[in-house]
């Protein structure tokens, strides 16, 4: 049954979509460099193609242009001096073809119109190059004063005869059986090269060239002839038809030769801008091919790997930017996830071994209390095993709520940093709390300051001095700022020895750090230089955040330096035994960072000078403002409002 047309519509379409498809497939399997090079060539090829038809069609039309001037404006002198230049024809060629056919009745011999050829250009061998013309005078399809371009026909001179007769009788050509030419005129009459009725006649006989003839010849004669039609006019009366010719063959040659030299210039032109359209391309795509190199050495999991940079102001140079920005973040990211991934199994491990210190101690303490009970004395055991397992409990109950802390603080809950904290008051307390656990140690309250740099030997530095501490409040949770000063009391306290003194320093200072910048420096010494000459920048210009700076010196037996890092690190104690024998979790510095952190803060432990450990505390309270004349902030200052970096607004 024959399909439907609706059917062959779309199996021709499916059809055409396959054939496209396939073309495509096999032109994208070509590389882009050969693509740019064929598109280069085939580029050139057309404008040196376009190049030279258009140096061809104009200098032809120039050339075509010369020849109808020169025609024109040479023809009455021709006209006039036919005899003489018909005698110049006996010596050699001449360039100019002429031919009369008479229309007043004049007759030649035979009873014909007669037709006269007075000029007609001899090459080698004698071959003549003979135009096509219309015969018997007709001139339909022609313009007189307007030339015209016509065929030619090559004819061969054979032979001249000289004649005499009376003067009232003209004298008839002998002519050759094949005289009469293809335009039609007689070659008889055309070699007459007198007026009728003359009494010394010369006729040339022409034949179609011979085998052996001049074959260059024979090729120029064959060009085609520019003719230019007028009327010969004697005594006001039109007698005859004149034809003025001048061969192309110049033309032509001229425009051959240009030809060929533009044949020649244009292969020339293309093969070298091909070879230097390739090695541009070649040098274009090397950092490309580099590129993918770089990107196979990263797909293997080498993600130190970067592109060769380039000028950026190029495609190429901006790519590799972008590319090597793109590639620094992402190594960033998969090292933080890997931190993350490793510190999360060290989280887990490390809790489920302090999870599972107390439980044992439970389990053990109840399993002992089970095999006790039945024997004498068992009541005094039992209270002992209670007192054990209570212990147990307790500890594991502080390990529970400490992590149920950072865990809030990781996801951004249990903190409210939307209000207010006299942190002065708070720091007082957290003094007197440690006076009391250990009333034999001295504890120094100083002023925190910044030391200006006096040469590159001696940076800028934060300083301690006696004196009373200023009242400082800021945004902020109070209850989580009292754990973190607790925690950093309690740490003093647990290993520190008792006799070993403390300085607890506090004080107000600008520094020229956004407070999200500085929460996210990492706790390392080099993180608090940064502060410090933020600190210096902010005083000596007036700019950036007003911090309250926090500093709690010990002189105890302090931490390594490379140690020094992880006490920020969740579970990390310096001496596991002694931690546990204090109570210590290794959880208190991973909430303080957290709880300082969340404040936009930043906490850090550095060495004590003489052997110890310190912790400074840095808090935002404000942003400064912009610089006013003293007198227009002394009428504000009362009425301005304090902006909080926490999204709120305070009044000072």
């Given at each position: 049954m024959p399909a439907s047309a609706p059917e062959a519509v779309a199996r021709m379409k499916e059809h055409h979509n396959r054939k496209k498809n396939m073309f495509f497939g096999h032109f994208d399997r070509i590389s882009l460099s050969s693509k740019l090079v064929a598109c280069t060539i085939a580029v050139l090829l057309i404008g040196v193609s376009v190049i030279s038809f258009s140096i061809r069609a104009l200098v032809s039309n120039y050339m075509l242009s010369k020849t109808d001037n020169q025609l024109k404006s040479q023809s009455q002198m021709v006209f006039e001096n036919i005899v003489t230049l018909a005698k110049n024809d006996n010596a050699g060629p001449n360039s100019y073809f002429l031919q009369i056919q008479y229309t007043d009745g004049t007759l030649d011999n035979e009873g014909n119109p007669l037709v006269v050829t007075p000029l007609m250009p001899q090459l080698q061998d004698g071959i003549v190059s003979v135009p096509v013309l219309p015969t018997d005078g007709d001139t339909s399809g022609i313009t007189f004063g307007q030339p015209f371009t016509t065929q030619a026909v090559v004819k061969q001179v054979v032979q001249v005869q000289n004649n005499s007769s009376d003067s009232n009788n003209t004298t008839k050509p002998q002519t050759d059986p094949n005289t009469q030419d293809d335009a039609g005129n007689d070659a008889g009459n055309s070699g007459s090269k007198n007026a009728p009725n003359s009494?010394?006649?010369?006729?040339?006989?022409?034949?179609?060239?011979?085998?052996?003839?001049?074959?260059?010849?024979?090729?120029?004669?064959?060009?085609?002839?520019?003719?230019?039609?007028?009327?010969?006019?004697?005594?006001?009366?039109?007698?005859?038809?004149?034809?003025?010719?001048?061969?192309?063959?110049?033309?032509?040659?001229?425009?051959?030769?240009?030809?060929?030299?533009?044949?020649?210039?244009?292969?020339?032109?293309?093969?070298?801008?091909?070879?230097?359209?390739?090695?541009?391309?070649?040098?274009?795509?090397?950092?490309l091919k580099r590129m993918e190199k770089t990107a196979a050495k990263i797909a293997a999991g080498d993600l130190s790997q970067r592109i060769p940079s380039a000028p950026e102001n190029t495609e190429v140079g901006s790519l590799a930017a972008s590319l090597n920005t793109m590639l620094t973040r992402i190594e960033l990211s998969f090292h933080e996830q890997e931190e993350t991934t490793d510190k999360m199994k060290r989280f887990v491990s490390d809790a489920s071994h302090e999870l599972r210190t107390p439980l044992a101690a439970i389990h053990g303490y109840a399993e002992l209390y089970k095999m006790q009970r039945d024997m004498p004395g068992a009541l005094d055991r039992a209270d002992e095993s209670i007192e054990h397992i209570e212990r147990s409990s307790q500890r594991m109950t502080v390990l529970v709520e400490d992590l149920l802390s950072l865990a809030r603080l990781d996801e951004g809950r249990g903190i409210d940093v939307t209000g207010t904290v006299k942190l002065s008051?708070?720091?007082?307390?957290?003094?007197?709390?440690?006076?009391?656990?250990?009333?034999?140690?001295?504890?120094?309250?100083?002023?925190?300051?910044?030391?200006?740099?006096?040469?590159?030997?001696?940076?800028?530095?934060?300083?301690l001095t006696e004196g009373d501490w200023p009242t400082i409040t800021l945004p902020g949770d109070a209850s989580r700022l009292r754990q973190v000063v607790t925690n950093i009391v309690g740490n003093i306290h647990r290993y520190t020895p008792i006799d070993s003194s403390a300085e607890i320093a506090l004080g107000v200072m600008p520094a020229a750090i956004d407070p999200k910048q500085l929460s996210g420096l990492p706790a390392t010494d080099a993180s608090m230089r940064r502060f410090v000459e933020a600190a210096e920048v902010g005083a000596s210009m007036s700019t950036g955040y007003r911090y309250a700076v926090l500093r709690f010196v010990d002189h105890g037996p302090g931490v390594p330096d490379e140690s020094r890092p992880k006490i920020f690190e969740r579970f990390y104690t310096a001496d596991l035994s002694r931690a546990r024998e204090k109570g210590g979790t290794g959880l208190g510095m991973a909430i303080a960072q957290s709880v300082v952190k969340a404040h936009h803060g930043f906490i850090c432990a550095t060495a004590t000078d003489g052997g110890g450990l310190t912790f400074t505390v840095v808090l935002p309270i404000e942003q400064m403002p912009a610089a006013q004349s003293a007198q227009t902030a002394g009428k504000t200052k009362e009425a301005k409002q304090k902006s909080s970096w926490f999204g709120g607004e305070r009044k000072s």
């Open positions: 009494s010394n006649s010369v006729t040339t006989i022409l034949s179609n060239p011979s085998s052996n003839a001049n074959h260059a010849a024979v090729s120029t004669a064959r060009s085609p002839w520019r003719i230019l039609p007028m009327t010969f006019t004697e005594n006001g009366k039109e007698r005859a038809v004149v034809y003025i010719g001048l061969s192309l063959s110049d033309q032509i040659d001229i425009v051959s030769t240009l030809s060929r030299y533009c044949v020649v210039v244009g292969i020339a032109v293309v093969l070298l801008g091909g070879s230097l359209a390739t090695l541009i391309i070649q040098h274009t795509m090397t950092p008051s708070l720091v007082t307390d957290a003094v007197d709390d440690l006076h009391a656990l250990d009333p034999d140690r001295a504890i120094g309250r100083m002023l925190i300051g910044l030391e200006p740099a006096r040469d590159l030997n001696h940076p800028a530095s934060l300083s």
